[in-house]
């Protein structure tokens, strides 16, 4: 069998297998919250925490990251993780909500 005939049986076998794996994963994973969501909007939650809105919160100083929240429990460099204010989604490590208190050492 020719090397191109070889490789297109290869992807035609695995293709539907790998996107069903794919797809299945994407299903597990808990969803992102939205800073639309009304909880989100009310506690300014922001996935970049370099665009919370200075006016509205003042006394939030540039060292506060989700990353460092008390409430944060995701693991290692992993842009996103579970924080118990938003149970069930994510929010990403580099944001911030008004809720953010500093993880105890
Ligand atoms: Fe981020 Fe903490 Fe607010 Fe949760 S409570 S969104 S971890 S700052």
Redesign the pocket.
């Known amino acids: 069998m020719p090397a191109t005939r070889r490789v297109f049986m290869l992807q035609v076998a695995t293709g539907p297998a790998a996107l069903a794996a794919a797809v299945a994963s994407a299903q597990d994973a808990p969803a992102r919250?939205d800073a639309k969501d009304p909880q989100a909007a009310s506690?300014g939650?922001t996935e970049d925490a370099g665009q919370v809105d200075a006016r509205r919160f003042p006394r939030r100083t540039a060292e506060?990251?989700?990353a460092n929240?008390?409430?944060?429990s995701g693991k290692g460099n992993e842009p996103t993780g579970p924080?118990?204010?938003?149970a069930g989604k994510l929010?990403t490590a580099k944001?911030?909500?008004?809720?953010?208190?500093l993880k105890a050492a």
């Not at 929240?69 to 944060?72: D, F, G, N, R, W």
């Not at 944001?95 to 208190?101: P, Q, T």
């Open positions: 919250v506690l939650y506060q990251l989700c929240c008390q409430v944060y924080c118990t204010v938003f929010v944001g911030w909500c008004s809720a953010w208190v």
